[in-house]
């Protein structure tokens, strides 16, 4: 899971961002509202953690962006106004969940837990399945109606990234980043040759080529033609 932190004080957010990386959490830390809307481009995440009273502006106004952009990721909203109305204005703005300066870390993490298994986020605990197929991330296992199939490190991080984002289509440079990163530099068919044996192995009706942009797995089942 990777997640995009919004908080300006650098005590929390180094809290907030050590305890989420022992849970194996990747975060993007930033400490301006500017930054926190540009690293929205950013595809490959999963939640945002927004703080209200930034220095170059009110937090919600990230929220009301992502909402233009149509980018649905959870927020859970920290901060230190604990009246009745900021709450409301936060949920009403879009955020998904509310946690007040102070916290514990503890509560964060579980809020954090629970935000991810009601967004359908939670590979580690339960499994991404569809249609069939099913992986689990904490093992690294992935199955077709119950048979084992085995993937390579690439394949198997480019498929759990279309499953979480299923019916959302990945741009070409984001499954690139994502899931081809740390090599020796990749030539441009990697990505190419890698869904090309993926989708060998968990066979047809999965994975669609969107031309020119990049791929998706649909939410719903595809006409076999088009498969
Ligand atoms: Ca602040």
Known sequence: MKLLL??????????????????????????????????????????????????????????????????????????????????????????????????????LLCRVRALARRSGLSGEAEGLRLRGLALHEGTRQVGLHGQPVKLSRSEFDLLALLLKRNGRVLTRQALEEYALRGGTGYDSNALDVHMSNLRRKIGPGFIRTVRGIGYVIDAEPLPAEVA
Do not use: C, H
């Open 6 to 107: 919004v908080e300006d004080d650098l005590d929390v957010g180094n809290g907030v961002r050590m305890a989420l990386n022992d849970q194996g959490v990747d975060v993007v830390w930033v400490r301006r509202l500017a930054q926190g809307v540009e690293q929205l481009q950013d595809e490959t995440l999963d939640m945002v953690l927004l703080d209200l009273g930034l220095p170059d502006g009110d937090g919600l106004a990230l929220v009301r962006e992502m909402r233009r952009r149509a980018r649905q990721l959870p927020v859970l909203v920290l901060s230190a106004r604990d009246a009745l109305e900021d709450r409301l204005r936060s949920l009403d703005d879009g955020a998904d969940d509310y946690l007040i300066k102070p916290f514990a870390l503890a509560e």
